[in-house]
């Protein structure tokens, strides 16, 4: 496993991997998870990150099951992973959990930096996950999820949120928004793109969870059932496409 912050206390550790503008000069490899500010049960593990920047590679492609943030009790708040720059590039064959119940953690991907998972994610994961988010910004950034996405997967989460911006595409197999209260997915700005099988805002109980589409950005859902409010009353999901060529393209909807 590649661990940092782990343990009471764990608080402010920084990883960098560079690669000084030349691709894979600098990697970590044969990393079989990545966990960003977690110990289960144990207070700290605040403010701890791994930036993968100007061409540095991580690769996670051995294990099961990666964490950004663990609680319970707000204990694994605030970490975080970055990738930016082109050719920084973050792979991982897992699932992974951005804000299993604890709060602000994060993923950014900017300025051209991909990342790529194998997994399905989660961001904000059992009781008390709130205010987690992956953004993705800049042209020629990606974020590929070979698998479904999560956002606010429990009654209480709440305020979880993915950002696509300024250019930026990301692509899954599905996104669900919103077993919690006030997720939301917004794709805003020219060029900005979620690719999807399917969408599913509010689902469960989960109130106040949305998808907005501004200022020129687009939700492509190329194959299943798109879904606004589904499963359960009182399930409240809303969808607002607006600016010009803003747009949700999609197969089949269901209200």
């Known amino acids: 496993d590649l661990p940092v912050g782990s343990g009471a206390g764990a608080n402010n550790n920084l990883l960098v991997i560079d690669g000084g ?3 894979g000069s600098a990697l970590a490899t044969n990393v079989a998870n990545v ?6 049960n144990v207070a700290g593990r605040y403010n701890n990150r791994v930036v993968v920047t100007n061409g540095g590679w991580l690769f ?19 970490n975080g992973v970055t990738v930016t720059g082109s050719g920084s590039k973050w792979t991982m064959a897992g699932f992974i959990y951005f804000g299993n119940q604890a709060d602000f953690n994060n993923l950014t991907i900017a300025q051209g930096g991909q990342a790529v998972f194998g997994g399905s994610v989660t961001i904000g994961y059992n009781s008390g996950a709130s205010s987690n988010s992956v953004l993705v910004t800049d042209a ?5 999820v070979n698998n479904s996405i999560g956002v606010g997967t429990v009654a209480d989460a709440s305020g979880n949120s993915i950002t696509i911006s300024n250019g930026a595409r990301a692509v899954s197999t599905g996104v669900t928004v919103g077993y919690g209260v006030n997720n939301f997915l917004r794709v805003t700005g020219p060029g900005s793109t979620m690719t999807n099988s399917y969408a599913n805002i509010g689902y469960g109980s989960g109130i106040g969870n949305s998808m907005l589409i ?3 950005g687009r939700v492509i859902d190329l194959a299943g059932t798109d879904y606004i409010g589904y499963h359960a009353s009182p399930t409240s999901g809303t969808v607002v496409v ?3 060529g803003s747009l949700w393209s999609n197969v089949n909807l269901i209200v």
């Open 21 to 23: 503008g030349v691709p």
């Open 35 to 40: 966990r960003v500010g977690t110990t289960y």
């Open 60 to 78: 996670s492609n051995g294990g099961a099951e990666s964490h950004v943030g663990i609680g319970p009790g707000g204990w694994g708040s605030s």
């Open 140 to 144: 020629d950034s990606l974020w590929q």
């Open 214 to 216: 501004m200022n020129g």
């Open 242 to 244: 607006t600016g010009a």
